[in-house]
């Protein structure tokens, strides 16, 4: 089946500082995948999603870039702010199973300000 | 449009207890979806409706969990009786028609059971 994982359970930034998260997944056929931000006391909150017919998207502040040659795929965030702390997940739909989203275990990003 | 709405926001029991939790799907939306997350972990599915049926069940831990969606519209999730490892957050989320769309999580419940 599919599984997702981040390389990192923890990321320490100085405010201003580009933060980039990582995540692998082990699915070839993976072809859609989708990055959440979790603030504490809050759910996962959509941040950006990508196809497999890109390597590059990019949202406000945010790029996700993806290597379907090595699985894996990053999220970038550009000029780090204190409001971008926050737990950090991929996570990507199992095709085979419903649809359900499966996520990876999630990278608290803290930044110092 | 409002969001997912989940009720409690918070919920402290003791072991052998019984508690239900309440997810208001954003109007509309086909599927809901029960997830939870047990400290430091990630994030895990429990169950998944579409409208009132159950589409997949596969997540839900053991027999102490009941899942409902009558008409179509919100859903609960019953644990009972609670024992201490169903701590955590329960997530509930929703989404149109369809599984290539974005999940929309509500603010989640945090279920501690002494």
């Known amino acids: ?113 | 449009e409002a969001g997912v709405t989940q009720f409690p926001s918070h919920s402290v029991i003791e072991k052998g207890q019984t508690v239900t939790l309440r997810c208001d799907p954003i109007s509309g939306h086909d599927n809901l979806y029960w997830y939870r997350r047990v400290m430091g972990k990630e994030i895990k599915f429990l169950l998944h409706f579409v409208k009132e049926s159950k589409q997949d069940e596969s997540g839900m831990p053991n027999n102490r969990f009941l899942a409902e969606r009558t008409g179509g519209t919100y859903s609960t999730l019953k644990v009972q009786p609670a024992e201490l490892e169903d701590s955590g957050v329960y997530f509930c989320a929703s989404s149109p028609q369809g599984w290539d769309s974005p999940l929309h999580f509500g603010n989640g419940t945090r279920l501690t059971v002494t």
């Open chain 1, 1 to 113: 089946g599919e599984s997702v994982g981040l390389h990192l359970p923890t990321l320490s930034v100085q405010e201003g500082d580009n933060s980039i998260i990582n995540c692998a997944y082990s699915n070839s056929a993976s072809d859609y995948f989708i990055w959440y931000k979790q603030e504490s006391g809050k759910g996962p909150q959509f941040i950006i999603d990508i196809r497999s017919n890109m390597d590059k998207r990019q949202g406000q502040r945010v790029t996700v870039l993806l290597n379907k040659t090595v699985k894996h795929l990053s999220l970038q965030i550009a000029a780090t702010q204190p409001g971008d702390s926050a737990v950090y997940f991929c996570a990507e739909p199992s095709y085979n199973q419903g649809g359900k989203l499966i996520f990876g275990q999630g990278t608290e990003l803290s930044v110092k300000p």
